[in-house]
Nanobody, 126 residues
Framework: QIQLVESGGRSVQAGDSLTLSCATS????????MGWFRQAPVKEREFVAA????????RYADSVKGRFTISRDNAKNTASLRMSSLKPEDTAVYYC???????????????????WGKGTLVNVSS
């Protein structure tokens, strides 16, 4: 019933830009904080970005700050991650996730997100 579906993953070259999208259904989207995480092979899942209910607050990992932009469209129940100046180290499976009861201060923690998509692969070659 609750679904989050990522799309937009591609194989690109360093320096390229790419926008990922997350289409959701089955829950009250506007009442959930939305986040993006990524996981490279044999690595732990790491926080990328999060956006508050109305989109007025955002948080980014230091590694992507200034290059990535998270946004949401509550009318369409979608979230996006715009990525620019991509680097090989950005290569990973990117996941969107939704959190309802967690505090904003803990949005970088994967465990506070109850709903997850299946992920979309982004491959950045040098």
């Amino acid at each position: 019933q609750i679904q989050l579906v990522e799309s937009g993953g591609r194989s690109v070259q360093a320096g390229d830009s790419l926008t990922l999208s997350c289409a959701t259904s089955g829950f009250s989207f506007s009442r959930y904080v939305m986040g993006w995480f990524r996981q490279a092979p044999v690595k732990e899942r790491e926080f990328v970005a999060a956006v508050s209910w109305k989109g007025d607050m955002t948080r980014y990992a230091d590694s992507v700050k200034g290059r990535f932009t998270i946004s949401r469209d509550n009318a369409k129940n979608t979230a996006s991650l715009r990525m620019s100046s991509l680097k090989p180290e950005d290569t990973a499976v990117y996941y969107c996730a939704a959190s309802y009861e967690s505090n904003w201060s803990s949005m970088y923690i994967p465990q506070v997100y109850a709903h997850w998509g299946k992920g979309t692969l982004v491959n950045v070659s040098s």
